[in-house]
């Protein structure tokens, strides 16, 4: 009631006597004719007659001055409704100038203590005491004259100090406009600075204004008790709720006029601005002054010189005694006048000289005596800086922390050595904002441009610069307004570099905007300009976006903020751009920023920097062996025979290397520690293989963050991704490369490659065996060691390797060959080996004095080359760049940037098919005119990229002709045609082709190099980094259909000659060359074998029961594995038995594989399983093994269509867990790998409940996995939720199975008897058939629900239970610790008074560092988190007790829709604390209950003592509403 009285009292009119309008008092009719009553409008608004009157139009309608609200009066004005509390005051202050002032004190003292009976009044009590009335009646008369003499004042003080400020202002702007006119061009600049500035005159009225607002809170604290005095009158059991001596007194203090300080009004500044022309030719120190009356200057005098940007280890300082990024940023004071405070600051610059002289007023203390010495050294810093001469050296390198990253080319950063000046500067503006002198006022302006202080984080002031400024009822932003008008402003944090909106409420006032903003004065904003922004501008030096067109990607900000973090990095300065920083972030000296965000194909470079000595350091090549001499060697690794590595064995320190290689990278730490971020072509690093860490070398980039390593040590390759990588130490340089390239020497292929048969048997004979090597032949270090290798035998040297391939037919001697090398060889052009490629074509530039060719050539090898996709139109028209030829287009550009980048635009008249030279985003590139428009807007064609920008005349420079030219090549995709039967390609297709190669690498191969466009077969790298052609997956995707061709007349007589060509002897085709070079056969492939298989047998089920089964897998879609013993055994006899069949590898042919079912599978361990064909998915077969469960995705030539052992039926079983519903359409993958986590490679008890009807199907099951059942874990971690036809509770027991004995007749006399197994408590009874029933309330959780215990239980029981709790406790080290934790096991649990109480569990609260569970005890209803060591066994003697306590919902209540209340119930937010500490205080005494519902929650209402409802109160009281 008491909050509901203070809102009532807000809401009164501080002008209730008065009309609003007019400003005349209302009167009653009886003293004039016609009186001046107060009329209330529909709106609510309350006029006097005569303004309604003047109000009136003739259509009898009064529009409401206020809200525009109109109201129709039937007859005349007065036939509106009176304001009947207006009236009422208008009477009592009528009638209390009749009566006399004596015995107030007396009355007074009567009322100073309340009776205590005075909760509840009555009218009839208000009565019969006239003495309150009559003592409020005359406090009421003399407030209201008081009120009114206060009104006066305060108007008269406020009229009269606004009169003098315009006068102040006006005198001051008329002398500086004289000063100015004579001034004439030098001084007329200046004006408007001066004026700006005369706004800090109102700093001479602080007294004044102090004296206002005590005027102020004077009229408030007397309305506020006028409106109190009021309503007690009205109704005096508001008594109780408030201090009425307090009041009599405030309504009594008499007016002090002389206590109000009014000399404000006569205040004057004392200055004048002046000019002395004299010294205006001599000198500009004394050009212009603002002078008091006693022509003294109070405004000292620093001598500027011009402001130079300095940068000094990246910290943008200026010169002089200013340290501010913006140019117009106040100096910092060179020392403080001590006379008077000042506040106004002239700038007066000199157009013919560079000087600058700053005249400033500042009473604040001057900087500190070591920012003096600061602002000195930066000054000499900079003298030397421009003394010595510019070289191209290399930055300082200092260590930095990013504060706000917008990308990779605008970021802000904070040196890590300005930490302590950041601190320092935080608190001296915490120190500012905490007082008064920062608070905004009605008169204050907020400016775009000014500086301000924001509320950011906790107890954190942070210095702001507005940047857009919003009024209210304005859409458009403004340059200024006053504080109070503001509803929105944009500000800019000067020392963390990002921008922030701020709104403020629209029925806000200045204190909402004080809780976030506040303002500088004078001294402080002179203080904060001393100190230079703490956020650098700063942008990585030379990298573009990965797609011009698009700008910087999402992806490439948040891979940014996801590397640096919050931690320092190393930043390397390369020089500057305006006011932005060109640097490059390093977060450990092996990870550069640039570098990372170009391999993670986020961007790319423009113009790499290579730094000297950057090279990565290289492993030392492999120790070659002397020649002829016989030494053992292990084969590791075999491609061919002309292609393989060999350890040597007499090294036994690389087993030293290897045994300290897995103790350093074994480690937990050193993922973290060696983590290879970006790694570079060539870089030696640390790569698992076969779980043990092997050193390699990264000899490719297939793209998609993978990379291609060759293992030093062993020979073999493979692509792996960034993160498995490791760096590597220098320690583990000290051995060579221990795998020596090698080829069998006098051996060489029959065939032009080698066959498989042959590359098997030589494996067969090798690979991973010791043998004896001996190098024939002295080789470059690019080619093969050539080798003979040896058997070992017990006594001797055994067979030679080459000879035993040559006897079987796989190979030749090559002195056999020697016959087929003397023949002419043909006029073939081979391509180059890959390894002989350049790799890095992109970072190395020509030579200065090779030619400069503008446009492209292509190369003579026409296979696998690389190159950039730029722009694509459709799969007919796409545009490529050869990455072979980015170093002649990067000299292009450069030319361009030379010859154009300082040059002004041309006037010509451009036209189309024009060439130029055009500037797009700051880049100059060769450009093609396609057509101009009128407005001077030229779209061009970029002739190096293919797409076309518009750009204006002004970008645009005549092309010379030597440079006219492209490096761009024209593509059409071949082997492809448009699908659905059209002769053109579709939209979707056409936007499906650029969405995925535009801005890609890939490799091409020109298959005709005559046609326009070339026609060409491109090459992409796919996540598993394996190249794939981008015609098969246009075709896969259904956008495309392969090209059929009918064979052509060429083609036919090319066989015929072909054909012909055999018949004639080899002599006569020496001498009688054809005159065209020989064009190769065509390859024809084979179609592919049509197999067909059907699928193995299904499982045999076990019977339904309890049954022991191994979990041998666990599929994506949560379909669980198992197989029984009998299974486990009967697969390793059928794994013997596959291997039986199969002994040698099969032959491998182009299989269709639509019709294959069963198959047999070669695993990782080169055993065969049976499997079963899923999906093709390129040349990868998805199988699974159908003896285990497992997917996998198998190349195609390890999966042969062949049925194995088809007697023996599928091993594993698949179950379903009973019971449960995923939560989702199915189960989610962290449900998946929990289950694998629990069950794979265990052996648990599972419930077999229910054979499918498929042979195939799942078999529903429950697993119990420790005790627990798997539904009940799933349940617990939200995966899954329980099938709605489990209603029992106990369903939710786990129960462990019977267990499975065989019939022993053992004799069990003198063991322990097993412990029973507890089932759940009993619930307690609550008496349904009598109306009322005593209780008592154990436990309350909200205040509508409590636990009760009923109180008509016999008396013997309730000391039972409490006796059988007193000798648990005192032999509670007896009990065991509960070991099984299943849903709602009854225990014993620990309280905090240290004994044990029953309980039952709730489930898991915590799991790591330590296991917590959630318990309720069941006597009392509170839940509690406890450890398990303070958890015990429950004794049997405990069990068959029920439950004390028995929860329950109160009826008859709700929470309140509206409440005022802040503080609420964290898990009850729809309850307030105050309810629920009411609701604690009700509920003890004498209750009794009533059952009004069961179902579906039990409901009771509670009655007191006095058999009312124990709510009521809380609806009283507005905590509660009733339901």
């Known amino acids: 009631m008491k909050q509901e009285a203070t809102v009532v009292l807000g809401k009164m009119s501080e002008t209730a006597v008065a009309c609003n309008i007019c400003g005349s008092s209302y009167t009653l009719p009886e003293d004039e004719a016609g009186g001046n009553l107060p009329h209330v409008l529909l709106c609510s608004h309350i006029f006097c007659s005569t303004c309604l009157r003047a109000l009136q139009s003739p259509q009898n309608v009064v529009t409401c001055p206020e809200c525009q609200m109109d109201t129709r009066i039937e007859e005349e004005v007065d036939g509106l409704e009176v304001d009947s509390r207006i009236i009422g005051l208008i009477y009592t202050a009528r009638m209390n100038t009749k009566k006399g002032h004596s015995g107030d004190r007396c009355k007074s003292q009567r009322f100073k203590s309340p009776p205590s009976s005075a909760a509840v009044h009555t009218q009839e009590n208000a009565e019969g005491r006239p003495d309150v009335v009559k003592v409020l009646d005359e406090a009421l008369g003399k407030a209201t004259e008081n009120l009114s003499q206060l009104d006066k004042l305060h108007k008269t003080l406020s009229s009269g100090i606004h009169a003098q400020l315009r006068k102040e202002r006006t005198r001051i702007i008329r002398e500086i406009d004289e000063a100015v006119d004579k001034a004439k061009s030098i001084l007329q600049k200046r004006r408007s600075i001066l004026v700006s500035k005369l706004s800090d005159v109102d700093l001479l009225f602080t007294d004044g204004r102090k004296e206002c607002k005590r005027i102020e809170e004077r009229i408030k604290e007397l309305q506020t008790a006028i409106q109190k005095a009021r309503h007690v009158r009205q109704v005096p059991s508001l008594e109780t709720y408030c201090n009425l001596d307090k009041i009599l007194e405030t309504l009594h203090i008499p007016v002090d006029a002389e206590s109000y300080d009014m000399s404000s009004m006569s205040l004057r500044s004392g200055l004048r601005c002046s000019l002395q022309m004299d010294s205006l030719v001599d000198s500009l120190r004394n050009c212009l002054k603002i002078t008091d009356d006693s022509d003294d200057c109070i405004l000292e005098e620093v001598t500027v010189e011009p402001f130079q940007h300095v940068v000094k280890s990246g910290v943008e300082v200026w010169d002089s005694s200013s340290q501010s990024v913006r140019g117009n940023a106040d100096p910092i004071p060179k020392k403080k006048n001590t006379r008077r405070p000042s506040f106004i600051e002239e700038i007066v610059e000199d157009t013919d000289t560079s000087s600058e002289i700053v005249e400033i007023a500042h009473s604040s203390p001057g900087p500190e005596p070591r920012r003096n010495e600061r602002h000195k050294a930066l000054r000499r810093h900079r003298r030397q800086h421009f003394d010595r001469p510019l070289t191209p050296q290399p930055k300082l390198v200092h260590y930095v922390m990013a504060t706000h990253i917008v990308n990779p080319g605008h970021f802000y950063v904070r040196y890590m050595m300005e930490q302590k000046s950041g601190q320092k500067l935080t608190k001296k503006v915490n120190e500012f904002c905490s007082g008064d002198s920062s608070l905004f006022t009605f008169s204050d302006e907020i400016k775009t441009g000014s500086m301000l202080f924001i509320y950011w984080k906790e107890d954190m002031w942070c210095r702001v610069t507005v940047t857009e400024l919003f009024q209210k009822e304005c859409f458009q932003s403004v340059t200024k307004c006053r504080a109070s008008d503001v509803s929105r402003l944009c500000v800019y944090f000067q020392d963390f570099g990002f921008s922030k909106g701020v709104s403020i409420p629209s029925d806000g006032n200045l204190s909402v905007l004080n809780e976030c903003l506040r303002r500088p004065d004078a001294a402080t904003l002179a203080e904060m300009n001393g100190w230079a922004p703490l956020a650098i501008k700063c942008s990585l030096k030379d990298i573009i976006p990965a797609d011009l067109l698009r700008g910087w990607s999402l992806e490439a900000a948040d891979e940014m903020r996801s590397l640096l973090g919050s931690e320092a990095v190393e930043m390397q300065v390369f020089g500057e751009d305006g006011d932005t920083l060109l640097v490059d972030l390093k977060k450990t000296p092996m990870v550069s920023l640039r570098e990372h965000l170009v391999f993670m194909e986020l961007a790319r470079f423009y113009s790499p920097i290579v730094v000297p000595g950057s090279a990565p350091l290289l492993f030392y090549p492999s120790v070659r062996p002397a020649l002829n001499v016989e030494v053992n060697a292990m084969v590791s690794h075999v491609n061919t025979p002309s292609d393989f590595y060999v350890q040597l064995v007499e090294n036994m320190e ?870």
């Open 654 to 1523: 690389y087993l030293l290397l290897h045994s300290k290689l897995q103790d350093c990278y074994s480690r937990p730490q050193a993922h973290s520690e060696f983590q290879v971020y970006c790694p570079s072509l060539s870089q030696a690093c640390v790569a698992c293989y076969d779980q043990e860490w092997c050193r390699v070398q990264v000899i490719g980039f297939p793209g998609g963050r993978m990379v291609e390593v060759r293992y030093v040590d062993f020979g073999y390759r493979k692509t792996l991704s960034v993160k498995d990588l490791r760096q590597i130490k220098d320690e583990f340089f000290a051995l060579p490369e221990m795998a020596l390239w090698c080829s069998l020497n006098d051996v060489v292929s029959p065939q032009e490659t080698w066959s498989d048969e042959a590359c098997v048997v030589f494996k067969e004979l090798v690979e991973h065996k010791l043998i004896t090597v001996v190098a024939k032949k002295l080789v470059p270090g690019t080619r093969p060691v050539p080798v003979c290798l040896y058997e070992i035998g017990d006594d001797c040297t055994g067979a030679s390797i080459g000879e035993i391939l040559v006897r079987n037919g796989l190979a030749v001697s090559s002195k056999q060959s020697q016959i087929k090398d003397a023949q002419p060889l043909e006029t073939t052009v081979w391509d180059p080996p890959f390894e002989e490629e350049p790799l890095s074509v992109v970072l190395t530039s020509p030579p200065a004095s090779e030619e400069l060719k503008p446009s492209l050539i292509l190369p003579t090898c026409v296979k696998d080359i690389k190159v950039r996709v730029t722009h694509v139109t459709s799969p007919g028209n796409i545009y490529v760049q050869l990455l072979q030829f980015d170093g002649q287009l990067k000299r292009i550009h450069d030319t361009l940037k030379g010859l154009f980048s300082k040059s002004e635009p041309q006037e010509m008249l451009w036209e189309a098919e024009m060439f130029c030279a055009a500037n797009n985003t700051g880049v100059w590139e060769r450009g093609k005119v396609c057509s101009v428009s009128t407005n001077g807007v030229v779209e061009v064609l970029r002739c190096d990229f293919g797409n076309k920008v518009n750009l204006h005349v002004n970008n645009l420079r005549p092309l010379s002709p030597d440079l006219i030219g492209s490096f761009l090549l024209e593509c059409n995709l071949s082997g492809v045609r448009p699908a659905g039967g059209r002769s053109t390609w579709t939209a979707t297709a056409c936007d499906f082709i650029s969405h995925y190669l535009t801005g890609a690498m890939a490799v091409m191969t020109i298959k005709d190099p005559s046609a326009m466009p070339v026609l060409v077969s491109l090459f992409c790298s796919n996540r598993a980094g394996q190249n794939v052609s981008f015609a098969d997956f246009l075709i896969s995707e259904g956008l495309a259909l392969k090209e059929r061709k009918a064979a052509s007349i060429s083609e036919t007589v090319f066989s015929e000659q072909c054909v012909l060509s055999e018949k004639i002897p080899e002599p006569q085709r020496i001498t009688s060359p054809p005159q065209t070079p020989p064009t190769p056969t065509p390859r024809i492939n084979p179609p592919p074998e049509r197999v067909q298989t059907h699928s193995y047998p299904p499982p045999e089920l076990p019977p339904c029961g309890h049954t022991l089964m191994s979990i041998s897998a666990i599929s994506e879609q949560g379909v669980i594995y198992a197989m029984t013993h009998q299974a486990v055994c009967e697969f390793d006899r059928l794994r013997e038995r596959l291997q039986q069949h199969i002994k040698t590898l099969p032959r491998q042919k182009n299989y269709n594989w639509k019709g294959v079912l069963g198959c047999a599978v070669m695993g990782t361990d080169m055993f065969w399983y049976r499997g079963q064909v899923q999906e093709v998915i390129g040349g990868h077969v998805k199988v699974q093994y159908v003896d285990q469960g497992l997917v996998e995705s198998i190349p195609v030539c390890h999966v042969y269509p062949m049925v194995l052992c088809e007697d023996v039926p599928q091993l594993c079983v698949p179950c379903q867990i009973n019971g449960v519903i995923p939560i989702g359409k199915g189960w989610q993958w962290d449900a998946v790998v929990l289950m694998k986590e629990l069950l794979l490679g265990r052996s648990v008890n599972v419930h077999i409940i229910e054979h499918p009807e498929d042979p195939c199907g799942c078999v529903k099951v429950e697993i119990t996995v420790d005790g627990m059942a798997l539904s009940k874990i799933m349940v617990h971690h939200q995966y899954a939720s329980f099938d709605p036809a489990i209603s029992s509770q106990e369903d939710y027991v786990v129960k462990p199975p019977v267990p499975d004995l065989d019939d022993w007749d053992l004799n069990t006399v003198g063991l322990e008897e097993p412990q029973p197994v507890l089932g759940v408590y009993k619930e307690l009874q609550i008496p349904k058939v009598r109306k009322h029933f005593p209780v008592k309330v154990k436990h309350i959780r909200a205040p509508n629900e409590v636990f009760l215990c009923v109180l008509d239980k016999t008396q013997e029981q309730e000391e039972s239970l409490e006796e059988a709790l007193e000798c648990v406790n005192e032999n509670i080290e007896n009990l065991s610790l509960l070991t099984d934790f299943p849903i709602e096991c009854p225990c014993l649990a620990e309280y905090s008074d240290g004994k044990y109480y029953r309980a039952k569990l709730l489930g898991f609260s915590q799991l790591t560092p330590s296991v917590k569970l959630l318990v309720r005890h069941v006597d009392f209803g509170s839940d509690d988190i406890l450890p398990t060591q303070k958890l015990r066994q429950l004794p049997a003697s405990l069990h068959h007790f029920p439950c004390a306590a028995v929860y329950v919902k109160l009826a008859g209540f709700k929470p309140t829709n509206v409440c005022l209340e802040s503080e609420r119930i964290p898990y009850r937010p729809e309850w307030s604390m105050r309810a629920m500490m009411e609701m604690i205080d009700l509920l003890n005494g004498e209750l009794t209950a009533v059952v009004t519902a069961t179902e579906p929650q039990l409901t009771v209402l509670l009655y007191n003592a006095g058999g009312t409802l124990v709510h009521r109160p809380l609806v009283e009281k507005g905590l509660a509403d009733y339901a």
